[in-house]
């Protein structure tokens, strides 16, 4: 999840709503914390590969689940072309910065690395986990450090004024206008699902994993937004559109903060388009196991004990459609494809809920 909301939306969010785009952020992480909730519910109670799509086949049939489990596997193809594609800019940029002059094109770099995260994701589960947490983890440390400096520098050392003047300077249907725009930034955590199947102590880790990646991640969208709007007013961050936050952490810590910001958000793309690859071989995995595609597709590696033939599925498709480089189009047709499934995931609950099979028993 830590991607879009950090690097992308606070130029947006705020030049729309500007300080209630905070509130903006509150509101989506809210809406994202009940469906967290469902899912966790359907987690405990059917701990397999396939996340949303398992959940909604065993729901309401195998027609459904195997639209939803389709619509999975396409949505997490584009969203892993739009971090690979946001991945390779942010790359250029970081390169531009440091005066490095590169004439490759964005591709090369996005083409370069669905080659280097498949080859991470056969090796092993466990070695794509370490990696994951790394950059993670990294990442969050960089943006943590750089924004609290700023924050401190910003009502300690200093008496300035806030950039902004009034809570919604565009009237209160901005905070809901916003919350439409920003909730793309909570996609992500039913991803977590997905690999239910390989996660020890299912009963107790994936409720904590799904609840809490939200928690974190609003937490930090809220934050990092605070910054940028006390730091530029409404209008600059408009202008400054896409790259508001490395301009800020330029302003806190001159070119160097700008740099590490970059550097956080090479990071930050290339961990989310791991963990789509991640996701969407295990939903495909789960659609193998259930006949719905060939069996071939749920071939688990004899060397490295991972789904070979799957993850190629997902990697040959996003190398297919990174010829068009298209990120708008990448970030719409994810985030639609995604919402779908979160309306299933909760209809799935309700349903369960109703008729109470003996079966369903969530911890």
Aim: hydrophobic letters at 50%; charged letters at 10%.
């Amino acid at each position: 999840m830590l991607g879009a909301g950090i690097f992308v939306f606070p130029g947006l969010a705020g030049g729309d709503a500007g300080f209630a785009a905070t509130i903006s952020f509150f509101i989506g992480g809210i809406i994202a914390l009940f469906t967290a909730a469902c899912t966790a519910e359907l987690a405990t109670a059917m701990p397999r590969s396939g996340g949303g799509y398992f959940f909604i086949s065993r729901s309401f049939g195998a027609f459904w689940g195997t639209l939803v489990g389709i619509s999975q596997w396409i949505g997490l193809i584009f969203a892993c072309a739009f971090y690979l594609v946001s991945f390779g800019e942010y790359a250029l940029t970081f390169l531009l910065e440091l005066d490095i002059t590169w004439t490759t094109s964005t591709k090369f770099w996005s083409y370069c690395f669905t080659v280097v995260l498949l080859a991470i994701n056969i090796i092993g589960t466990k070695k794509v986990g370490r990696f994951q947490n790394l950059m993670v983890i990294s990442l969050t440390i960089l943006l943590v450090l750089i924004f609290t400096y700023g924050f401190i520098d910003f009502f300690g050392i200093e008496d300035r004024s806030t950039a902004f003047s009034e809570i919604a300077p565009e009237g209160m249907q901005s905070i809901f206008t916003t919350t439409a725009l920003i909730f793309t930034s909570y996609l992500g955590f039913v991803q977590i699902a997905n690999i239910g199947a390989e996660i020890k102590q299912p009963n107790k880790n994936l409720p904590r994993s799904l609840i809490g990646s939200v928690l974190i991640a609003m937490s930090l969208y809220i934050f990092i937004m605070l910054i940028c709007v006390v730091t530029f007013s409404q209008t600059e961050l408009k202008n400054f559109g896409e790259t508001a936050t490395i301009e800020v952490a330029r302003k806190i810590l001159g070119n160097w903060g700008a740099i590490v910001v970059l550097f956080a958000g090479i990071l930050a793309t290339l961990s989310s388009a791991n963990a789509s690859i991640i996701s969407a071989s295990r939903g495909v995995f789960a659609l193998s196991k259930d006949k719905m595609i060939s069996n071939k597709t749920s071939k688990v590696s004899k060397r490295f004990g991972t789904p070979h033939i799957a993850l190629i599925l997902v990697t040959a498709p996003v190398a297919i459609v990174l010829i068009r480089s298209k990120l708008e189009v990448f970030a719409e047709v994810a985030s639609f494809l995604h919402l779908i499934i979160y309306a299933g995931i909760c209809l799935s609950v309700l349903k369960l809920r109703v008729t109470n099979p003996t079966c369903y028993i969530p911890s």
